[in-house]
């Protein structure tokens, strides 16, 4: 579950421009507030089952914009390498560094 949570979070963070501020509400409180259905609806006056709903769907969405995008995808890619990179740079490895660093520019 933390897996998921962590995830979502991040395609949140890359698409949240995507979605309707209904959507976005919704999912700060969920997953950045950590309010339970039950709280969430009684602050919008609607059912639980109304805000799962939206929740799933805006989940789907979330995951259909990265299959399309790959922001996440690119992001972990940039992350390794970079961790990789400072490594090398660190026991001075520098040819081995210039390879993971065009690494990093490709994935663009």
């Known amino acids: 579950m933390l897996e998921k949570t962590t995830r979502i979070n991040f395609l949140y963070d890359f698409y949240q421009a995507l979605l309707t501020e209904k959507q976005r509400s919704y999912m700060e409180m969920y997953y ?9 609806s009684e602050t919008y006056n609607v059912s639980r089952q109304a ?3 939206n929740i799933r769907r805006t989940e789907q969405m979330l995951e259909g914009y990265e299959e399309k995008l790959n922001l996440y995808k690119k992001f972990q890619e940039r992350q390794t390498l970079l961790e990789k990179a400072t490594s090398l740079m660190n026991s001075e490895q520098y040819s081995e560094l210039k ?3 065009d690494k990093i520019s490709d994935i663009e």
């Open 51 to 53: 805000i799962y709903d």
């Open 32 to 40: 950045l507030e950590d309010l339970s259905l039950g709280e969430i």
């Open 99 to 101: 390879t993971i660093l």
